[in-house]
C-alpha cells in the first residue's frame, strides 16, 4: 500500500500561483502512476493530471489545460502540481493519487492510493 501525503495548499487571489506536493512511501517511487484530482464541494471528484512513472507522459482536464503542470522527482518520491491564473471556481480539495497499473488515467476508480486532501481556495 502507498502512503500518501500533500501540502501546498491555502488562500490565493484569482490570477495567483500555488503549487501542491505530495510525497509517497511505501513503493519504489517510479514503479507508480500518479495523478491528481479534486473535489469541490456538491460536486463530483474531478480529474486534473496525470503522469507516467517516468515522467514523460503527462495529460490534463480541460479545465486546468495550459494553467496547470503536473511533474515528478522520482529521487525525491514527490509529485508535484504547479497551479497558475487560479480561477475562484479551481477551488477545492486537491488530492493526489497513485496506481500501478496504466490505463484509466482520468478515472478515480483506477487509482490504488489516495492522500488526505489539501484545501486551495481562490478568492475573487
Known amino acids: 500500500q502507498v502512503q500518501l501525503v500533500e501540502s501546498g495548499g491555502g488562500l490565493v487571489q484569482a490570477g495567483g500561483s500555488l503549487r501542491l506536493s505530495c510525497v509517497a512511501s511505501g513503493r519504489t517511487f517510479s514503479t507508480i502512476y500518479m495523478g491528481w484530482f479534486r473535489q469541490a464541494p456538491g460536486k463530483e471528484r474531478e480529474f486534473v493530471a496525470h503522469i507516467s512513472r517516468a515522467g514523460v507522459t503527462t495529460y490534463y482536464g480541460d479545465s486546468v489545460k495550459g494553467r496547470f503542470t503536473i511533474s515528478r522527482d522520482n529521487a525525491k518520491n514527490t509529485v508535484y502540481l504547479q497551479m497558475n491564473s487560479l480561477k475562484p471556481e479551481d477551488t477545492a480539495v486537491y488530492y493526489c493519487?497513485?496506481?500501478?497499473?496504466?490505463?484509466?488515467?482520468?478515472?478515480?476508480?483506477?487509482?490504488?492510493?489516495w492522500g488526505q486532501g489539501t484545501q486551495v481556495t481562490v478568492s475573487s
Open positions: 493519487a497513485s496506481k500501478l497499473l496504466p490505463g484509466g488515467a482520468t478515472s478515480p476508480d483506477a487509482y490504488d492510493s
